[in-house]
């Protein structure tokens, strides 16, 4: 692979948020190792704002992923390739999302390099023509693993780096006294939300200390919150959420997308788990926090095998009144308490 020849590349990772954000640091090296290529990034439309404004992308090119579903959406998607993509004529295609769809759309755009892992899913591999093997796959967090991919095509990958938006003000933004905690805490994931009558225990926990809520609640909520609190469920964009994001004293958030969108954007994140690894899926950066099983530890500290994922326990989480035990919420209040008593916010 002559990647110093390539003249346009593109990228292949249309979903979801948080795999969008894990894939940032593999294409900023990827630019870095040949700055004068055009890298084009396909991605979901729903997704695009998360990439709009990255300074190394070319293009962004939005796949219409909900008018192609089903067995006949595959055959449409690979026709509106063809159209789409193939007269790009892109010297290099990477497919990092790594299943079957997305290497036939990769297929379709008639790339003579085709790269991805060798362990993708549903024989994905098989369409490619330079297939990564990335040690210890089930060990290694996803940032690693895109990492690897391009390492394998001769990236240096020695300072990896997310590179994001700065973000949008909201019309009207909220007002605080001083830097605010924002919380995250539901996720579309099952069994790892914590309940409404937590999330208010947590935030009465906090007072005096603002607290922001963003996110997409699963089940209703109360009319008010304690006074500490400021709502904004359900009314943020991604780019007024990455603003916030970068003017929060510490983020707090569930395991989802916006939580390693806030792990890109700053090492003062805490992660919450329940059933999942940490080592694995939590924030990547090693200054950020996780707390599962009542421990609160530092992700550089984290072993890959301290806290196995338990997916056996997701339905039990899911059926449970509360995600975290009572002592839990205290436990992490306090801990927030003394970093932001300790750490200036900038």
Not at 100 to 127: D, M, N, Q, Y
Not at 217 to 233: C, F, H, I, R, S
Not at 238 to 249: D, F, N
């Amino acid at each position: 692979m002559n990647l110093p020849a390539c003249e346009r590349i593109l990228i292949v990772k249309p979903s979801s948020l948080g795999d969008i954000v894990h894939a940032l640091p593999a294409v900023e090296a990827l630019h870095r190792a040949v700055p004068s290529a055009e890298i084009d990034w396909l991605v979901n439309t729903e997704w695009r704002p998360l990439l709009e404004g990255v300074p190394f992308l070319h293009q962004i090119i939005p796949f219409p992923r909900r008018e192609l579903r089903g067995v006949s959406g595959l055959f449409r998607g690979a026709r509106w390739a063809g159209e789409e993509l193939r007269p790009r004529r892109y010297d290099l295609v990477i497919d990092f999302q790594g299943l079957l769809r997305s290497a036939w759309l990769a297929r379709r755009t008639g790339a003579p390099v085709i790269a991805g892992f060798r362990r993708s899913r549903e024989g994905a591999s098989l369409f490619y023509q330079h297939r990564a093997e990335v040690p210890d796959w089930n060990r290694r967090h996803a940032v690693d693993r895109n990492l690897a991919l391009v390492a394998s095509l001769g990236v240096d990958v020695a300072a990896p780096a997310f590179a994001f938006p700065p973000g949008v003000e909201m019309k009207k933004p909220p007002v605080f006294s001083s830097p605010p905690i924002l919380l995250h805490p539901f996720s579309r994931g099952t069994g790892k939300s914590l309940s409404v009558a937590e999330v208010a225990e947590l935030c009465e926990l906090l007072a005096p200390y603002p607290v922001l809520l963003v996110g997409v609640p699963g089940e209703p909520v109360p009319p008010t919150w304690p006074g500490n609190v400021t709502d904004l469920l359900g009314r943020t964009s991604l780019p007024e959420l990455i603003h916030l994001i970068r003017q929060a004293a510490w983020t707090v958030s569930v395991d989802s997308g916006p939580m390693h969108l806030a792990a890109g954007l700053s090492d003062r994140v805490l992660s919450l788990h329940s059933w999942s690894n940490p080592a694995m899926v939590g924030p990547w950066r090693p200054e950020a926090w996780v707390l599962r099983e009542s421990r609160l530890v530092r992700v550089r500290d984290l072993r890959p095998d301290e806290f196995p994922e338990r997916r056996d326990r997701q339905s039990e989480y899911a059926k449970r009144d509360r995600l975290l035990a009572p002592a839990d919420l205290a436990y992490l209040a306090g801990f927030l308490r003394t970093q932001l008593a300790e750490t200036p916010t900038e």
